[in-house]
């Protein structure tokens, strides 16, 4: 673009206008997010099936090298007695290529501790797992499905929630809860405590 500038001889110039060195905002949500791409606003980074599965595995072991995951079995003796356990509904897990790193380790730890909790509960037989999260990528539903999980669109999952259910969502929206409470009460909710959002 060009501009016009009256010189001290009284002439009019005509000079170009210095490009700006400021990024537009497209490119500077993508450098303070730091993904690859976006969807609906959410930044992801790119992986492939080989990669998040490796993710995953790392996670696993930090999560069952930790005395929190030999806690959570010992939990699980009185559920395994008193409960009996018909389905898994997995709520709000959040996409396993988030392009937060502290999002993604949430998540595939999140993921490794319901294995722990569906390993003691599976006694010789197979639980039916669903996942429910719209963030969900196209991969990340893949890698569940490798995994033997079934995943469905939101909000399909809540009409899954049973008395026999155990359902898992953590550090979910209070709509989430809300849509949880409407259905049958599930024999076991492993929730986030819901007087923090009183605070």
């Given amino acids: 673009k060009r501009k016009e500038i009256e010189g001290e001889d009284g002439w009019i110039h005509i000079v170009d206008k210095p490009r700006s060195n400021q990024p537009d905002a497209k490119a500077k949500k993508q450098l303070l997010q730091g993904g690859d791409f976006d969807i609906k606003g959410v930044s992801y980074i790119n992986r492939t099936l080989v990669e998040m599965t490796e993710d995953f595995e790392h996670w696993k072991r930090s999560w069952e090298e930790r005395p929190t995951c030999q806690a959570l079995q010992e939990k699980l003796k009185y559920v395994e007695k008193n409960r009996k356990i018909e389905n898994v509904v997995v709520l709000g897990l959040g996409s396993l290529q988030s392009a937060r790193r502290d999002g993604r380790r ?3 730890t999140q ?16 639980l039916q797992i669903v996942f429910q999260d719209p963030q969900f990528t196209k991969l990340d539903k893949e890698f569940l499905a490798s995994l033997g999980y079934k995943v469905v669109k939101d ?16 550090h979910c929206y209070a709509s989430v809860y809300k849509s949880v409470a409407e259905r049958p009460r599930p024999a076991v909710l492993i929730i986030t405590d819901v007087g923090n959002f009183a605070r």
């Fill in 106 to 108: 949430a998540s595939l």
């Fill in 111 to 126: 993921l490794a501790a319901l294995q722990t909790i569906v390993s003691s509960l599976e006694r010789g037989s197979e």
């Fill in 155 to 170: 909000p399909d999952a809540f009409a899954e929630v049973a008395e026999g259910s155990l359902v898992y969502a953590i």
